[in-house]
């Protein structure tokens, strides 16, 4: 199954429990894809000692699980993508959810 999880929130435990989830899909054999959205983008700069967002997201990618950041929400913020979060579009993430089986959104 593939499985595309959006998060658009800047929420740490909130962002911290989509990549959880996003790791235990990847460990259950699924495929995943994060898109983050946005507040969503600023993820690795809210990741704190309780919740180490950036430690979820580097275990997802180092299992071969893909993010994917929007661009212009990163413009917005005045920031650049990030090795972890690399710059993406709207169709990127129209391809994402167009091959989905299931979408969540955080």
Do not use: H
Not at 72 to 95: A, Q, V, W
């Amino acid at each position: 199954m593939k499985m595309a999880i959006v998060i658009s929130t800047n929420d740490a435990e909130t962002s911290w429990n989509a990549f959880r989830f996003a790791n235990f899909c990847l460990g259950k054999n699924e495929q995943a894809k994060v898109f983050l959205i946005a507040k969503g983008v600023e993820a690795e700069q809210v990741s704190n000692s309780q919740f180490n967002i950036k430690e979820q997201m580097e275990k997802f990618v180092a299992a071969e699980g893909e993010i994917l950041a929007c661009g212009t929400c990163f413009k917005i913020r005045n920031s650049n993508g990030t090795e972890l979060c690399p710059l993406s579009n709207m169709n990127d993430l129209y391809e994402m959810i167009n091959e989905a089986d299931k979408i969540l959104c955080f």
